[in-house]
């Protein structure tokens, strides 16, 4: 009799799962394996726990952002005039040209020549770099840029696929957005630009020339929601000179440092200082 109860019970059993969708595997079906065992089929790519990070090769910056900056993603760097963003830029796109990696700089602001001498103060040897088919500079007018949106692609889409681009930089995204009068232009705009950026397999750094204090920040909020990751550089006027400092606002996915860590621009470019800062709460 109980042997019966427990036989009822199983048939019971398999019925409900049978029930909730729980298929078996192909394997199975072909098999014909054990009615008791069945197991679920991935519907999609499993999500993997490991996110993939690039060294920026700013010194100390990486150990504050868990190793770097999440692979593929865009990341947005503001400051003000002179607070070292095309140092910064530069250093990131460094970083990978050293480990072979091809790196595209597009620039509406700098002009090549000078650009190229101001850099090499830093043992940046940006030249070379291009003769090697490591580095590329491309000078853009934000008018192309709208084109490209329009049209979707463009020259920067060209050399990114054509040349296999992994670290890219513009700098700066300030003048492009200049070129829209109307807020939702600008916001459809930034959208677009964005979602290029992402269709490309490679790391990006926008630099966005503007006040770093959160209060004041760009006008065209779609350009803090899109980007992955926000990094502030401030330079504040003191009682006798000016500092430097850096803060991360936010960056997807990553335990990042919370402090505001002062910095300065070194022979070998930036360098942020691992010590905490005691003073009194910034404003600029
Ligand atoms: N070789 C150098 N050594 C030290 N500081 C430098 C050097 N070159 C530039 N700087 C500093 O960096 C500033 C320019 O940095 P940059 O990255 O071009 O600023 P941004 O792009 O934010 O306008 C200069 O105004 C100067 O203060
Ligand atoms: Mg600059």
Redesign the pocket.
């Known amino acids: 009799m109980k042997k019966q109860k427990k036989e009822v019970e199983k048939e019971k059993r398999i019925k409900k799962e049978k029930k909730n969708k729980i298929e078996k595997s192909p394997q199975q079906k072909s098999e014909n394996l054990d009615e008791d065992f069945y197991f679920l089929e991935p519907k999609e790519k499993p999500i993997s726990r490991k996110i993939e990070r690039i060294c920026t090769g700013v010194h100390n910056f990486d150990s504050f952002i868990e190793g770097g900056f999440v692979k593929n993603s865009t990341n947005l760097l503001i400051?003000?005039?002179?607070?070292?963003?095309?140092?910064?830029?530069?250093q990131f796109l460094m970083q990978g040209a050293m480990k072979n990696e091809k790196c595209l700089y597009v620039t509406f602001e700098e002009k090549k020549h000078e650009f190229y001498s101001?850099m090499l103060?830093?043992g940046w040897d940006l030249e070379k770099l291009e003769k090697q088919g490591k580095f590329f500079f491309l000078e853009y007018t934000p008018e192309k840029v709208r084109t490209m949106l329009e049209e979707g692609g463009g020259a920067i889409e060209n050399i990114v696929l054509t040349q296999n681009i992994s670290r890219m930089v513009i700098?700066?995204i300030t003048s492009f957005e200049l070129l829209f009068s109307e807020d939702l232009e600008k916001r459809s705009s930034a959208l677009a630009l964005f979602s290029l950026i992402r269709k490309w397999d490679c790391t990006a750094l926008l630099?966005y020339?503007g006040s770093p204090s959160p209060t004041k920040m760009p006008g065209s909020r779609i350009l803090d929601f899109e980007s992955d990751s926000i990094v502030l550089?401030h330079?504040i006027r003191g009682e006798t000179k000016r500092e430097r400092f850096l803060e991360i606002l936010k960056m997807r996915g990553t335990a990042h440092s919370l402090e505001i860590h002062p910095f300065?621009?070194?022979?070998s470019g930036i360098v942020i200082s691992k010590s905490k800062v005691t003073k009194k709460p910034l404003k600029d």
């Open positions: 400051g003000g005039s002179g607070s070292g963003k095309s140092i910064f830029a530069v101001n103060r830093f700098d700066s630099t020339e550089l330079f300065s621009i070194e022979k």
